[in-house]
């Protein structure tokens, strides 16, 4: 159905299943009852596009709107990841991003680790333009264990008292910056669960008929012990949790704490609307019981028509601005460059890994004085393919949006071994620490299993128990590897600071590491100008060999 779709479709599909020709016979009626519409990962794509295919920041204000007109009341919700993607936000260092929920009514949202990609202080300026509260209850300042945020909020609404308590995951200590992430402490683990305990009683003393945790967790196994999964089957007394960072759709229920062999086990309702505007979450609560679904899960028959025109027009306006300043070309590719995540950048070796490192390895020798021998970037700063035909610098800022630098260090082969083994400890499975590289052939090995030695630092992640158990490296900048060799290589500023599970890199990096001040997208370009004379073509068709994932 081509045409604009109507809340009573919206609603009526997402809460009970009905089919179009239905909805004369059984209108739907909303009075008395509590809806909470709830987004997350939504990455900066706040804009209608059924290509992509993705709602929109309008869409989800009408949608709330639409639901208090048939008699609901409404609490509008975000799970995080709202500041990093796309330009329209990652240009104003987030700020954007606060002003559009401002826009919609947000009522609240949990920060998301790429709330941090620009730091703490950043990150505090853009929550005092918020008019909502941002909470997180698991985020303190190390120096005085306070906490940066509001734990929870109460709400009224109607004749409902919610309470609604915010999480973070611990792995923004690593997935942002650590040298943006100084005195902040992220509670995890057994720590975590007590601290959510806490607050879910405290908030059921106050008379609260719902408790939900707003949670920035998600549900995959490298975050294994702070998982929203984990969080729920360690307390009690969570009626809903809404979930994000996985990057899921999750209707589920899960079993909380419990003793062995209890009868009637309490269960809580784990939601998650996907990422990117591919959803919105809906869960509705009639004074007793929970029921959820996801709108939209066929964007493309949502018209763009459909959405609050002020909130269009202001996102609208400020995108013109931004394509119309960004977009003169500046070079082409013959060739697909792939930047997808899996299969892709965070699996395997692509030729646009190939092309990124080999710019990077490019412009660190053109700006020291000693020679660099080898380039390695995370897969997780890159953010999309580039397309056959001309290269803007839009599609730059879309690609690799984090503001990154040229890092030059000099590692021990031993560092280097363990860090690609480290980075590839979940490998064949999607990890946006999987390195891609110049100047390095390596193969990983992913039928050994990968053996955990001591927690690193200031992250959740281990270092190997035996580096080199699953990881051989074959040739550094075209020579035999060597274990107690010396290496000057070069990196982003994010992966030199220990992002990921790149700890192994700290030390080396404050000896010897110099920052060359240079942008990897400003390399990406001089590259692709000075080198390859403007145009990407078939010496970058397919990957070039450098990673092996065995078997």
């Known amino acids: 159905m081509r045409k604009l779709l109507s809340v009573?479709?919206?609603?009526?599909?997402?809460?009970?299943?009905?089919?179009?020709?239905?909805?004369?016979?059984?209108?739907?009626?909303?009075?008395?009852?509590?809806?909470?519409?709830?987004?997350?990962?939504?990455?900066?794509?706040?804009?209608?596009?059924p290509t992509e295919p993705s709602t929109g920041y309008a869409q989800v204000k009408q949608y709330a709107q639409d639901a208090t007109a048939l008699g609901a009341d409404v609490l509008l919700l975000d799970a995080g990841d709202v500041s990093q993607g796309q330009p329209i936000v990652n240009l104003s260092k987030g700020e954007n991003a606060f002003a559009f929920m401002n826009a919609v009514g947000y009522d609240a949202m949990c920060p998301g680790n790429h709330e941090f990609d620009w730091g703490v202080d950043q990150m505090l300026q853009n929550a005092e333009t918020a008019e909502f509260p941002i909470l997180c209850a698991n985020m303190m300042r190390t120096a005085d264990k306070t906490l940066y945020f509001e734990p929870y909020k109460i709400f009224e609404t109607g004749g409902y008292r919610v309470g609604v308590i915010g999480l973070d995951t611990p792995e923004t200590l690593t997935k942002a910056n650590p040298d943006l992430m100084k005195n902040v402490t992220f509670l995890m683990g057994?720590?975590?669960?007590?601290?959510?305990?806490?607050?879910?009683?405290?908030?059921?003393?106050?008379?609260?008929?719902?408790?939900?945790?707003?949670?920035?967790?998600?549900?995959?196994?490298?975050?294994?012990?702070?998982?929203?999964?984990?969080?729920?089957?360690?307390?009690t007394g969570i009626d809903l949790f809404i979930?994000?960072?996985?990057?899921?759709?999750?209707?589920e229920k899960v079993q909380q704490k419990h003793a062995e062999g209890a009868e009637n086990v309490p269960t809580t309702l784990l939601v998650s609307a996907w990422c990117y505007g591919h959803a919105i979450g809906e869960v509705v609560f009639d004074g007793e019981k929970l029921s959820a679904s996801l709108y939209a899960a066929q964007p493309t028959q949502v018209s763009a028509a459909y959405g609050d025109a002020e909130v269009g027009a202001l996102i609208g306006s400020a995108n013109d601005a931004i394509v119309k300043e960004l977009s003169t070309p500046f070079a082409r590719t013959e060739v697909l460059l792939d930047g997808n995540k899996a299969p892709g950048v965070r699996t395997q070796e692509t030729n646009l890994g190939d092309f990124c490192t080999d710019a990077m390895l490019w412009q660190a020798n053109e700006a020291y004085s000693q020679?660099?021998?080898?380039?390695?970037?995370?897969?997780?700063?890159?953010?999309?393919?580039?397309?056959?035909?001309?290269?803007?610098?839009?599609?730059?800022?879309?690609?690799?949006?984090?503001?990154?630098?040229?890092?030059?260090?000099?590692?021990?082969?031993?560092?280097?071994?363990?860090?690609?083994?480290?980075?590839?400890?979940?490998?064949?499975?999607?990890?946006?620490?999987?390195?891609?590289?110049?100047g390095i052939v390596y193969k990983v090995d992913s039928s050994v299993p990968y053996e955990n030695g001591d927690q690193y630092p200031d992250s959740t992640y281990y270092a190997?128990?035996?580096?080199?158990?699953?990881?051989?490296?074959?040739?550094?900048?075209?020579?035999?590897?060597a274990a107690d060799a010396e290496y000057t290589v070069v990196t982003n500023n994010f992966s030199a600071a220990g992002g990921d599970q790149g700890y192994v890199l700290k030390y080396a990096n404050q000896q010897t590491g110099y920052n060359t001040s240079i942008a990897l997208e400003d390399?990406?370009?001089?590259?692709?100008?000075?080198?390859?004379?403007?145009?990407?073509?078939?010496?970058?068709?397919?990957?070039?060999?450098?990673?092996t994932i065995l078997p």
Do not use: W
């Open 371 to 438: 020679p660099v021998v080898a380039a390695f970037t995370n897969g997780g700063s890159i953010r999309a393919s580039i397309q056959p035909g001309d290269i803007t610098m839009l599609d730059m800022k879309t690609v690799f949006p984090f503001g990154n630098t040229l890092q030059i260090l000099t590692l021990k082969g031993s560092e280097l071994l363990e860090l690609l083994e480290a980075s590839s400890f979940c490998t064949p499975d999607p990890i946006g620490g999987f390195l891609q590289v110049s």
């Open 8 to 49: 009573l479709l919206v609603l009526a599909l997402s809460m009970a299943g009905l089919t179009p020709a239905a909805l004369a016979e059984q209108p739907v009626d909303l009075k008395g009852k509590l809806v909470i519409v709830h987004t997350n990962d939504t990455h900066g794509y706040v804009l209608t596009d």
């Open 243 to 251: 979930d994000g960072h996985s990057h899921l759709l999750l209707n």
């Open 190 to 235: 057994d720590e975590l669960y007590a601290c959510v305990q806490r607050y879910v009683d405290e908030v059921k003393t106050q008379g609260c008929d719902l408790v939900v945790v707003l949670g920035h967790l998600g549900v995959d196994d490298e975050s294994t012990g702070n998982r929203s999964l984990d969080v729920i089957a360690n307390t």
């Open 523 to 547: 390399a990406l370009i001089a590259y692709t100008e000075k080198v390859l004379g403007g145009v990407i073509g078939d010496a970058y068709a397919q990957p070039q060999g450098r990673i």
């Open 464 to 481: 190997p128990a035996r580096p080199g158990s699953r990881v051989t490296i074959e040739t550094v900048g075209g020579e035999p590897f």
